[in-house]
């Protein structure tokens, strides 16, 4: 099973990406519709946000006022923290329950607005972000949606910036465009990266690598940056330290190979045996043909090597 992260602004477009994925089999955890199971009328989280912000936030019926509430919610940075101090646990909890459901070749879709402002991305196998402008997501979402542009505006306020998200993106999604070129753009990523990505772990084989070298691509350091803290996720504190290393990891060099080299620092030999499993299990399984701890990414989209050491 792998896990691929998919988020995106408020309005962004994750509801069309997340569609084109369902339809071809992926395993869909909504964290949107998560947050309404954990409040619905008699569950403790319900209990909990009226206690937090009164008993104004229920319809006549008992069951949330969902306006009612973000308008207290969203009014200012302690509301919100309210309310995220009372939902998102519960919705952590409900989240981990469906993903051990999970069949063991499923493709998890976890389709989670919040996911750069949980940190969480260094827990997926690919993390993809569908980008629209601020701009253009206010207005579809008060003109095609209906939203009240205040309400809107204090959402988008409160989440990540573009800049934010760019930093954790394996893949970029454009909806700039129509909701057919971006669901054309989610078939290439199904087909050429999430499905091959799937099979090679179920596999235990890497991605091939490339071997030829390329003009140096100033994006290195960056995907250097999201495999390392995709290793820490693993590793946790089984490792010392963990590193870029190699040409991609040199500002200077005009061109090199572009495979990510990441070098795991461990204590001992029982430390290197564990970080070898772990690697194994979290989509870095060995190298063919390597020498002994040289393991290789699982994802065709980022070429990344690790070797693991021991520290002397
Ligand atoms: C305040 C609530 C009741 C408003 O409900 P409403 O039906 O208007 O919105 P809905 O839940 O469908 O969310 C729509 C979008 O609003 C944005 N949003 C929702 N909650 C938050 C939040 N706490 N911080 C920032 N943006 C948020 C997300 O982009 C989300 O996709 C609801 O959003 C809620 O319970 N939020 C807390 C849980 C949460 O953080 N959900 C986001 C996914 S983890
Ligand atoms: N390329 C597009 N062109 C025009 N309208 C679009 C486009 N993509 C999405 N929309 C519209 O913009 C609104 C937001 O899109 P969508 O619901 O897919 O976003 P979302 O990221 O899932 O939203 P949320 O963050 O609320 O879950 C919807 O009304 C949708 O129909």
Request: glycine share 8%; charged share 25%; hydrophobic share 45%.
């Amino acid at each position: 099973m792998i896990r691929v992260g998919l988020t995106g602004g408020i309005g962004a477009g994750k509801s069309t990406v997340a569609k084109t994925f369902i339809e071809r089999g992926a395993y869909h955890v909504d964290a949107d519709r998560i947050a309404r199971e954990v409040v619905e009328p008699g569950t403790p989280g319900l209990a909990a946000l009226v206690e937090a912000f009164g008993p104004e936030i229920l319809a006549a019926d008992g069951s949330l006022d969902r306006p009612a509430l973000a308008a207290r919610a969203f009014a200012d940075p302690e509301g919100i923290q309210t309310l995220n101090g009372i939902t998102h646990p519960l919705i952590g909890a409900r989240t981990q329950e469906l993903n051990e459901a999970a069949p063991a070749d499923a493709v998890i879709l976890h389709d989670v607005p919040l996911l750069v402002e949980g940190h969480m991305a260094p827990f997926y196998d690919a993390v993809i972000v569908v980008h629209t402008d601020a701009d253009v997501r206010l207005d579809r979402l008060v003109n095609l949606r209906g939203m009240d542009a205040a309400d809107a505006r204090a959402r988008i306020e409160a989440q990540a910036t573009d800049e934010q998200r760019r930093a954790v993106a394996d893949i970029w999604l454009d909806n700039s465009g129509s909701p057919d070129e971006l669901a054309a753009q989610a078939r290439r990523v199904w087909t050429d990266r999430l499905i091959p990505l799937r099979d090679n772990q179920l596999a235990g084989v890497p991605a091939e690598l490339p071997t030829e070298p390329v003009p140096a691509d100033p994006q290195w350091p960056a995907v250097g940056t999201r495999v390392v803290n995709r290793l820490w996720a693993l590793l946790g504190g089984t490792a010392t330290a963990i590193e870029h290393v190699g040409p991609t990891s040199d500002p200077t060099v005009p061109a090199a190979v572009g495979v990510i080299d990441a070098r795991v620092t461990v204590a001992d030999a029982a430390a290197a045996d564990r970080a070898a499993e772990l690697l194994s299990a979290g989509g870095f399984p060995p190298l063919p043909g390597a020498e002994p701890r040289v393991h290789a990414t699982v994802d065709p989209g980022r070429p990344a090597r690790v070797r693991i050491v021991v520290a002397d």
